[in-house]
């Protein structure tokens, strides 16, 4: 499960087997048995390593398939966010957002109250 969760992840990052690897200060080969299963029980430091790279919390590289989808989500909420710094969107300009997003949410819960 858990090289399934890494060969996900790295994926939706847009990092080859290789990048990875090196970043982590792994063996490429290393990794591509842990992605294909072939070695299911890697040591914790070598999963850090990888979560570091991957810029996530160790956790969700030990989670089960039936959190994947949560995963997922929070992926994409993140992969948002840095479409918008790469966009041009500054700090201070998000507070903006955020102030539409809170009287979106508001409008919602006042919608469904009626």
């Not at 990048?19 to 992605?35: F, H, Q, V, W």
């Amino acid at each position: 499960m858990i090289g399934k969760n890494i060969f996900e992840i790295r994926k939706r990052k847009g990092l080859t087997l290789t990048e990875l690897a090196d970043r982590a200060g792994i063996a490429k080969s290393y990794l591509s048995n842990i992605e294909r299963s072939v070695n299911k029980n890697p040591s914790i430091n070598v999963v850090e390593k990888i979560a570091k790279v991957l810029d996530i919390d160790v956790r969700i590289l030990l989670n089960s398939s039936m959190e994947q989808d949560q995963i997922q989500l929070d992926e994409e909420w993140v992969d948002f966010a840095r479409e918008l710094k790469e966009s041009g969107v500054e700090k201070d300009q998000f507070e903006e957002y955020k102030t539409l997003l809170e009287f979106i949410k508001w409008k919602n819960r006042n919608d469904e109250n009626q």
